[in-house]
């Protein structure tokens, strides 16, 4: 099997500028046999309505091919994944949602399941990042791009396709397309201001993740550290606002002043970054981070240099 596709590889495929280059990414993963099955310049819409049309299309058949490799007879695991992969992400939101009926899934079998899916790294945990480690706070996520996609969609979704209405799926796609899109695009961007820190100035970050609360309030989208667990420095912090027609803007930044003194560590020598998809207003005293930057992170990679 052809090794993934980095994010600017899948745009120079794909004839999309950055923007849409990340979009196709998020969808595809990079797999190869699926943006072969992209046109140049094709809009995301445009491509699931032909993809959705087709039983038989990459975009549809290679999630569960990949599934059935990696979990023959895995039932609880597949179950769990699923949870997560349709957006829960706390050990006790996914066992309410893997959970048959009114009898909740033992806490050993969820914790079992859970350890098979990070031993196979198709699911990640994340933890809060900075000076004070919260090893409790795990968030699960699933790891892989366009299986976070199909799970989240498709698989569910496979029956309307085999009666010929992935019309009625692509519409569910678009309904909350840019909430998913917003969550899903966290990880890739803080895998490319890791790739990136030396040349935005900061050689000392040896890792980027996010921070957030026992009640998620606030939530800080990205953190750079000196290093994993109990960092020494937080270097930079940051907001994503990933919308398709709004800037990041003085009320964003305003929110992120606000929040960011919550974060362990953080202090007057931690550099604000304002991370955008349409760009930053002027005036928002914040290093902003556009698709451009974001996909300089994977240029002149070698040929499988591409996201977790």
Not at 40 to 46: F, K, L, P, R
Not at 193 to 218: I, T
Not at 278 to 296: K, N
Request: net charge neutral; aromatic share 8%; hydrophobic share 45%.
């Amino acid at each position: 099997m052809l090794p993934p596709l980095n994010p600017a590889e899948v745009g120079a495929m794909v004839g999309l500028p950055a923007a849409g280059a990340i979009d196709a990414y998020l969808v595809t993963g990079g797999l190869p046999l699926i943006c072969q099955e992209w046109g140049s310049g094709q809009s995301v819409e445009s491509f699931l309505a032909v993809s959705l049309a087709d039983p038989t299309s990459a975009l549809l058949v290679s999630g569960e091919r990949s599934l059935a490799a990696e979990f023959p007879g895995y039932i609880q695991a597949r179950t769990v994944l699923a949870a997560i992969g349709n957006g829960e992400r706390t050990w006790s939101g996914v066992r309410a949602a893997a959970s048959a009926g009114a009898e909740p899934m033992a806490a050993s079998s969820l914790t079992s399941a859970l350890r098979l899916l990070e031993a196979k790294r198709v699911v990640a945990v994340d933890t809060p990042l900075s000076a004070r480690p919260a090893a409790k706070e795990r968030r699960y996520r699933v790891a892989d791009p366009y299986l976070r996609f199909y799970l989240a969609y498709l698989a569910a979704g496979l029956p309307l396709v085999e009666r010929g209405r992935g019309d009625l799926l692509l519409r569910q796609v678009k309904r909350s397309w840019y909430a998913w899109r917003g969550r899903a695009v966290e990880p890739l961007i803080r895998e490319a201001l890791l790739r990136m820190a030396p040349e935005l100035g900061w050689p000392e970050v040896e890792a980027v993740g996010g921070w957030w609360n026992r009640q998620n309030n606030p939530e800080i989208d990205v953190v750079g550290a000196d290093r994993e667990g109990a960092a020494n420095r937080i270097i930079f912090a940051g907001s994503i606002k990933w919308q398709s027609t709004q800037p990041f803007d003085q009320h964003d930044y305003a929110a992120l002043v606000r929040d960011v003194t919550a974060v362990p560590g953080f202090d007057t020598s931690t550099e604000l970054l304002a991370i955008s998809r349409t760009g930053t207003v002027a005036g928002v005293p914040a290093h902003s981070i556009g698709t451009e930057d974001l996909l300089t992170a994977w240029r002149s990679l070698p040929r499988n240099g591409h996201p977790a």
